[in-house]
């Protein structure tokens, strides 16, 4: 089955509202990360946590390790947010990161 | 900021060619990945490595092989490219233990005809 698992899928927002990305783990993670690929390709870093949260703006992510998840809050969603948004963790304390299939952002005006 | 370099970032082989695509770090990161990102299926491992001279097989390494001839660069060879290995491949670097961050290339788009 799916070792890190994403929801929703695909996401549509107006711009100025907010919104929450979630992540599942299957696996004993202990660290998340999450990147948002944007619509050039790039992967871009967004948060590498530790059981917490961190915030960065308008965004804001917690990783609850005992309970096996992570989410990522959006708040005051502007057109550049738009894009994929990927969650990843350590599989097994290995070097191996597994990613989720990812959400599919788009803010519109 | 990690600086993570690939090469080609754009290719076109042909079926039973040979294709290396070389990826280089200057943040002296222990471990590197490739991945590759087909539509429908997100990011998938293909191999890794722990330092010069290792490599890892990943979760899909079938007709690939990599090498890590030193600390900086990171290559991954397809000996006989398939169709089916159309894709883009992404390289990353990241600190050792696994718990390090991830820092990814720009990606290089490799298509088999």
């Known amino acids: 089955g799916d070792k890190v698992k994403q929801s929703p899928s695909a996401l549509s927002l107006q711009e100025g509202t907010n919104s929450a990305l979630r992540c599942n783990f299957s696996?004993?993670?202990?660290?998340v990360q999450w990147f948002l690929q944007n619509p050039r390709g790039s992967l871009i870093n967004l948060f590498y946590l530790v059981p917490g949260t961190k915030e960065n703006g308008r965004l804001k992510s917690a990783f609850d390790s005992k309970e096996s998840y992570s989410t990522l809050h959006i708040r005051d969603a502007q057109l550049e947010d738009s894009g994929t948004y990927f969650c990843a963790a350590p599989q097994g304390g290995s070097a191996k990161l597994i990613f989720g299939e990812g959400t599919k952002l788009t803010v519109s005006s | 900021e990690a600086a993570v370099t690939q090469s080609p970032r754009n290719k076109v082989a042909v079926t039973g060619g040979k294709v290396t695509l070389s990826c280089n770090q200057t943040?002296?990161?222990?471990?590197m990945y490739w991945y590759r990102q087909d539509t429908g299926h997100g990011l998938r491992l293909i191999h890794y490595s722990y330092g010069a001279g290792s490599t890892e097989k990943g979760d899909i390494p079938d007709g690939y092989k990599a090498s890590r001839p030193s600390q900086e660069n990171f290559s991954l060879i397809l000996e006989l490219a398939t169709p089916s290995q159309t894709s883009v491949y992404f390289c990353?670097?990241?600190?050792?233990?696994?718990?390090?961050?991830?820092?990814f290339g720009e990606g290089s788009k490799l298509t088999v005809l």
């Open positions: 943040n002296n990161h222990n471990n």
């Open positions: 990353a670097s990241g600190d050792a233990g696994g718990n390090g961050q991830l820092y």
């Open positions: 696996i004993a993670a202990t660290t």
